[in-house]
């Protein structure tokens, strides 16, 4: 499979050095021989219609700061990218933005029509067009897949979409945004907000634009994508009633404590769809602390079942883009 | 597809219910139109080529106290019938036995030799005797599948298996009976082991042979379906080092709080397979309280994911049997 890589950064460089280290189990176990034949950064760009080199991709990016350096003369990168040269699978690694999604969103639509499968970890482009991407897909039978973007390495779209088949979920709530999760629960051990966040931020958990951590904007965005993977919803951001953490105080976390319960930023999907602080029982399975993640799903004959697991990380993230290709692989070779 | 269901106990009787309430959904969803051909109980059985009527069955059950009055000159149960009725499928959902397996064993294999696919949500077989049911299943081209032995409606097997595939599990551990959880979580709110017992039997929790549950048999049995299954061991029951809980005393319990953490019954599949009870800390998402069931597998790139929900129950376990089915039909139409 000749894959387009959009960005180089951490994900995608951990996602190299996993194929590099997995090259011959993957051929054995699942028959995949991914080749990258194309990557670009915001510097810079590489191909190689019959692979490019990953030891040599990761020591050119370390050295100059961009794949550019990679060869002399290469081609342009992004959406140029996509219309010359030949590819089976775009993986779009770039930052989420949830203002206009792009650079995510052109490289996703150019993919498409050209006939890639689309394997994304962008948020942003699903948070405000999923329902579109989702008929375009179909419209030029193309596959999508983003496990990536939900619970990181932690399979949560898959797991409620394949393993409860044959179940109907009727609503879920979840803690989706590691960062706010850690100021929340360090809140609890005595710390007012402010020393929680800079300590969030020395330990590099906070995003380079706070705003998207602290007002839930990442959270929202998960939830957009759970509820119209897991729940048939057609719905984008703007759907979302939103309210971030930034008004928790001590009060707040106090009140929580004397009913045994903790303050969390909860993403729900009960009938509305919502993400705000709310005060989970301590003995909940989601009341769970420090950077991790989860969510419970109640479905209609199996109770409540909950999925604890770190919610990010560049080996987590591109361990979902290497089960992702998996999936892609797999279903493409029923036809 | 036509079925041989074994047994028709609280979760055969559940499923049945689940079948009837669901019919158009599961042919208009999955392809599925499931016909209960045969089913037997420990006093009679009933069959028709064209598919039983599922509500009579119920009613006769509940009026009778087994299916042999559904009508007047029934085939013989067991073994008997699956060598003279035409079946896809055999569900097998007779009690679980941990000294020879039968009868289920016997159903299973006769079955498997007549070319029909199994779903067993029966223990006994699979503890005893996993590593050559799955070469006699390979070898009779059948598929076999469980989902209901581990987790109950909690799809614990299939999550390591499909939601995880591209990754490595290394270990994993769990609380996989929730009559031990019961009464230990119940021994850490003050009760005595004895007054916890008698507690769990009022409310129905216990095996009627009690056994099962206090000296880890039924945990034993999961972690044995968990290694073959998952972590591609060839082991059976002998294969556990067993401890069950009837020696977890107050002065353990009091041990146990002072360092903040709680006794559980841990199944663990770390280098060596054990059953036996296990200092768990209380910030650990593994650690859950009640009837509840928890797993946490430790992936190679994924970090440790914990899976937690019920683990029993009538009409979880149907549910479970119900994935299967439709699992079966997805990958039967792949050929």
Request: glycine fraction near 10%; charged fraction near 20%.
């Amino acid at each position: 499979m000749r894959i387009i890589l959009c960005g180089f950064g951490v994900v995608a460089q951990s996602f190299a050095k996993l194929l590099e280290s997995r090259t011959a189990e993957l051929y054995t176990k699942y028959g995949l021989k991914p080749r990258i034949v194309g990557v670009f950064d915001s510097k810079g760009s590489a191909t190689d219609s019959s692979g490019l080199n990953l030891n040599k991709l990761l020591s050119v990016k370390k050295k100059y700061g961009t794949v550019g350096n990679y060869q002399k003369n290469s081609e342009k990168g992004g959406v140029n990218m996509i219309h010359s040269i030949d590819a089976d699978v775009l993986i779009e690694t770039t930052a989420s933005n949830y203002k206009d999604a792009e650079p995510g969103l052109s490289h996703i639509t150019a993919a498409m029509k050209a006939g890639l499968h689309i394997i994304s970890v962008n948020k942003g482009p699903l948070a405000l067009a999923f329902p579109s991407l989702m008929e375009l897909a179909s419209y030029n039978q193309v596959l999508m897949r983003f496990s990536g973007t939900v619970g990181g390495g932690t399979p949560i779209l898959d797991y409620a979409k394949n393993s409860l088949s044959g179940e109907r979920i009727v609503s879920f709530q979840g803690i989706l945004n590691g960062t706010t999760n850690y100021i929340l629960s360090n809140m609890h051990s005595g710390m007012s907000f402010e020393t929680a966040l800079t300590d969030a931020k020395k330990r590099g958990y906070v995003e380079a634009d706070e705003s998207l951590d602290l007002d839930g904007l990442d959270a929202a965005a998960k939830l957009v994508i759970l509820a119209n993977w897991i729940m048939g919803m057609k719905v984008t951001m703007p759907d979302i009633k939103l309210t971030g953490i930034r008004k928790v105080n001590d009060e707040i976390i106090k009140n929580a404590e004397k009913n045994a319960t903790a303050t969390k930023l909860i993403a729900s999907c009960n009938g509305g769809l919502e993400v705000s602080p709310k005060q989970i029982p301590i003995n909940d399975p989601l009341c769970v602390n420090g950077t991790l993640n989860a969510i419970s799903f109640t479905s209609e004959h199996s109770g409540t079942q909950t999925i604890i697991g770190r919610g990010a990380g560049g080996t987590e993230t591109a361990s979902s883009i290497l089960r992702d290709l998996i999936d892609i692989r797999k279903e493409i070779s029923r036809f």
